[in-house]
């Protein structure tokens, strides 16, 4: 069975920090990994998306790895600023069997301090 | 296209009572998802459609849970009798197959 743990629980950083998110999956098989971003409150809104055959994606400030045969994403956040604080949460779409649902993490909760 | 919409927003319940949630996904998306979200967890699946059909539903999903999606389109989250235990954010979200999913605000269901 697939479970995604991200750590840590709750960050709290200077604004202007660089910061790096972490999630690791149990099942390589993945289809793809994609990071949101959730406002308290709020539904998700995507970041980023990995496909399984790529091993980083770029937005902006964003950038997000991945290592598949590990089990391993980051999220690296450059010059983190307060309007960043919100919940990160990772998610995979595993490979084969179920084709719908993504599977998600606890999150991770950022709190950028001016 | 101003992406994923849900209705109701909030959604104040008394336990025994039965409520509908609504989700119109964006207009040019086959699959459309729901999910169940609680206070510190992230979203748990719970079934997703394929047009109008239902492709997949969650052990989670108990009898007292139904979804449709009639004319593939627009769809109806239905739970009867609900529980405390059903208090949730519920989330709706669509996608073209084999493209990333888009999310609503959700819907926040309190039972009291």
Redesign the interface.
Same mark, same amino acid.
Request: charged share 15%; net charge neutral.
């Given at each position: 069975k697939q479970e995604v743990t991200q750590i840590p629980a709750a960050l709290s950083v200077p604004e202007g920090e660089n910061l790096v998110l972490n999630c690791s999956f149990t099942d390589s098989a993945i289809y793809n990994l994609q990071w949101f971003r959730q406002d308290p409150g709020k539904g998700l809104t995507s970041l980023l998306l990995i496909q399984s055959s790529q091993r980083e994606q770029t937005s902006g400030r964003l950038n997000a790895s991945l290592d598949k045969s590990s089990g391993r994403s980051t999220l690296y956040i450059a010059a983190s600023q307060p309007g960043d604080s919100a919940t990160y949460l990772c998610a995979v779409r595993p490979h084969g069997g179920s084709q719908g649902n993504l599977i998600f993490g606890k999150g991770t909760k950022l709190s950028v301090k001016p | 296209d101003t992406g994923?919409s /849900?209705d109701p927003r909030h959604k104040i319940t008394k336990r025994g009572q039965n409520v509908t949630f609504r989700c119109d996904p964006i207009s040019e998306h086959n699959?459309l %998802?729901w %999910?169940r979200q609680t206070l =510190? /967890? &992230? +979203?748990? @699946?719970l079934t %997703?459609f /394929?047009n109008e059909a239902q #492709?997949?539903k969650?052990r989670l999903l108990s009898d007292r849970f139904s979804a449709e999606r009639p004319k593939g389109s627009f769809s109806t989250l239905e739970i009867q009798r609900t529980e405390q235990g059903d208090s949730a954010?519920y #989330?709706c979200?669509s996608s073209l197959v084999s493209h +990333? /999913? %888009? @999310? &609503? +605000? =959700?819907t926040?269901l309190t039972v009291l």
């Open positions: - | 994923v /849900q699959r %998802y %999910y =510190g /967890q &992230g +979203p748990e @699946f %997703y /394929q #492709l997949e969650s954010m #989330l979200a +990333p /999913q %888009y @999310f &609503g +605000p =959700g926040r």
